[in-house]
């Protein structure tokens, strides 16, 4: 009791401020201040978000609307605002449902049309489009359309022949024939050499015959498997006459028309998950599955009626190469899909923080603004820039790979590793810090941010593993490096051509103007690349005169393959931004594209060890690195809310603490 009465008269003497008689005077209510009635639009955002999103503006526009017309997308008032969102509160059997009746309502007004069975360079462009709107209301619904257009349909258009265009490609379209793709295993997933799903071929019938011959070659997070898919492309070791032939594709049908299982074929389902239970993830098994020898995706390899094994390519590792080539339209959506939801989350951390106020410099003035605190601004807005330099380079991305041609299949599969891993982990580490940028009102689901991560955190892993990513495109530098170095020959390609100039030499003293400009940028991580490609080079090499094999001397260097896999991509995304830059006419636009292009940059040096490790800066210039950022934060800061409109995001596609959270929070929206 001594011990309550002792915290009881503390508590008494601070409300009285140790005065009896002087009470505390009550403020004013706080009351919502629009940011955009302070901040100011120096810039045209319009012109700035048709260089973000790089292509069919209209397109992405009209099916914003689209979605926000319809009570099939969840629409709640907060305020005098509606939201959507798909409600997370449904179990996971619902929000299956849900994505279903989604993907009908745009089925029915014509949103899927072309995108399997149109051709050309605009007809890609605007499937990708529609696919990351889409992604920005759901990551499931996003998901089930991608299974279904990208990996099933995807396999028969690169995987298949004419035959299996005609057969399947407008039914798949028109979602009479739902399919998935069934390559990841329970023991295997990014070695997809080393599943374990075997298929012989039975001549007497002309039939192929798929088992799952042990419970690791079961088919484990099959996207539609475990309700609603018809069919999949099932992934499998070839084995003709005994010998083994490595993987190829088949087409598999796993339902019938009505839903029932077909027969020799069971099929679980992957249960609930951190995220993503709108889609009915599942796991397969085949037992003496027979298929017609027409189903298997011939482009690369066939096999005749009397089974014998045809393919023009006879090495084994360049026919593998050949089946996986076509599989980067998953890393390629992906790491847009990561640009687009750091966007999301930007927005509404940065719109908060314009209009959030706490604590006061001095007693006589009103509380500060979150996002002019200097300590808030370097929380977000070097992510900001970042988030631009990644929508430049992802636009760059897009358009090689809609551009594809069979010379360009390494510099897409190295590119689209690269961004991939880079942009995904960006994204988490973004929404973590909006999440704590935006306080407890971060934890709300209804605010979006807290949940997103676990929507999108797997992202990380599919697809490919970001640390395996990274890992290939190391390894393809290396490549690079020892053929240029063999044969005496300048570097070509993969944005390597920096090496055969004279090594950058950076300054001893580096004053604001030159750490601002893009020569001394891209000359500071051409250098740090250069020397940490030679020096993963020298390091392999020197394993391998020890005795240990080439895989196992890669294998053993992996730090300096983590560094250089990060100075790739971050060299490549600021080449990109420099490139985009360049197209801008002088002006406010272009001034603040310097800005952020400088903020990347410079958060890229101060956060790689790399740098101060191999002593390419020393810490005096390190130390003016860190220097330059806070001020351009301070300069980015009149900007930010230009910058986060720029993005084009619907208001009903963010959340409510991003507009009048006051209102939004109120007790009559309680019961409205």
């Known amino acids: 009791m001594d011990r309550a009465f002792q915290r009881a008269k503390i ?40 260089l973000l999103d790089g292509h069919n503006v209209q397109d992405r526009d009209w099916l914003f609307n689209l979605i926000v017309q319809s009570k099939l997308f969840n629409p709640k008032k907060a305020g005098e605002k509606v939201f959507i969102s798909p ?94 793709f069934s390559m990841t295993e329970l023991g295997h997933g990014s070695n997809v050499r080393g599943i374990e799903t075997v ?40 084995e003709i006459n005994g010998k083994n032939q490595g993987v190829h594709a088949f087409i598999c049908q796993i339902r019938d028309e009505d839903g029932n299982i077909c027969p ?49 390519i006879k090495d084994p590792d360049q026919r593998f190469a050949a089946f996986m080539a076509p599989l980067t339209s998953g890393r390629v959506t992906i790491a847009a899909s990561a640009v687009y939801i750091s966007k999301i989350g930007l927005a509404i951390a940065i719109r908060y923080a314009l209009s959030r106020r706490a604590f006061s410099i001095s007693p006589k003035w009103p509380e500060t603004l979150l996002l002019d605190y200097p300590s808030h601004q370097r929380r977000l807005l070097p992510l900001l820039a970042k988030t631009y330099a990644m929508s430049l380079a992802t636009n760059y991305l897009k358009m090689i790979y809609v551009n594809r041609t069979p010379q360009s299949n390494k510099t897409i599969h190295v ?52 640390n395996v990513l990274m890992q290939q495109v190391s390894k393809a530098l290396l490549a690079e490096y020892i053929a240029a170095k063999t044969r005496n020959n300048s570097f070509k390609g993969l944005g390597l051509e920096h090496m055969n100039k004279p090594c950058p030499v950076i300054p001893s003293q580096l004053a604001s103007s030159i750490l601002r400009s893009s020569q001394f940028q891209m000359d500071a991580f051409c250098l740090r690349e250069r020397d940490l490609l030679s020096r993963f080079a020298l390091e392999v090499s020197q394993h391998q005169a020890r005795g240990q094999s080439k895989e196992y001397a890669f294998i053993l260097s992996y730090q300096l393959a983590e560094d250089l896999g990060r100075a790739f991509s971050d060299r490549l995304i600021l080449q990109t931004f420099i490139e985009s830059e360049a197209t801008v006419s002088e002006g406010s636009l272009k001034h603040v ?80």
């Open 199 to 238: 298929t012989t071929y039975d001549s007497n019938t002309g039939e192929f015959v798929i088992n799952t011959l042990c419970e690791s070659a079961q088919k484990y997070w099959i996207g539609g498997a475990a309700n609603h898919a018809t069919h999949t492309v099932v992934f499998s070791q070839l």
């Open 593 to 672: 594209l310097g800005l952020l292009r400088s903020l990347y940059a410079l958060i890229c040096l101060e956060e790689d060890a790399a740098f101060l490790r191999y002593a390419y800066l020393s810490t005096d210039n390190d130390a003016a690195v860190r220097k330059e950022v806070k001020q351009l934060c301070s300069e980015v800061r009149p900007h930010a809310l230009a910058l986060v409109s720029s993005f084009g995001i619907p208001d009903g596609f963010l959340s409510p603490i991003a507009f009048n959270w006051i209102d939004a929070n109120s007790w009559s929206s309680a019961h409205q």
């Open 11 to 50: 508590l008494s003497d601070h409300l009285l401020q140790s005065n009896s008689s002087q009470i505390i005077s009550t403020n004013a209510c706080l009351s919502y201040c629009p940011p955009e009635l302070n901040e100011l639009y120096d810039f045209d955002i319009k012109e700035m978000r048709k």
């Open 264 to 312: 020799n074929i069971q099929i679980a389902d992957c249960g609930h998950k951190i995220g993503l239970n709108g889609v009915d993830n599942g796991r397969l098994w085949f037992d003496n599955v027979r298929i017609p020898r027409e189903n298997l995706l011939n482009s690369v390899a066939d096999v005749s009626p009397n089974g014998e094994y045809l393919s023009a």
């Open 415 to 466: 590119v689209s590793s690269a961004l991939k891993a880079a942009h995904t982990w960006h994204n988490m580490r973004t929404l973590q810090e909006c999440r704590e940028a935006c306080g407890g009102q971060g934890l709300k689901t209804e605010n979006h941010v807290g949940h997103l991560k676990s929507e999108f955190d797997v992202q990380s892993t599919f697809e490919g593993d970001n």
């Open 87 to 180: 409600d997370y509160n449904q179990s996971m059997e619902q929000q299956r449902e849900m994505t279903m009746k989604r993907i009908s309502y745009l089925l029915e007004r014509g949103v899927f049309q072309g995108w399997l069975t149109a051709k050309g360079v605009e007809a890609e462009l605007t499937k990708l489009a529609l696919l990351e709107v889409v992604n920005m209301f759901d990551h499931s619904l996003a998901i089930k359309l991608g299974v279904h257009f990208f990996l099933w349909g995807g396999a028969i258009q690169f995987f298949g022949t004419k035959r299996h265009h005609d057969k399947w490609l407008r039914d798949t379209e028109n979602y009479v024939v739902k399919g998935c």
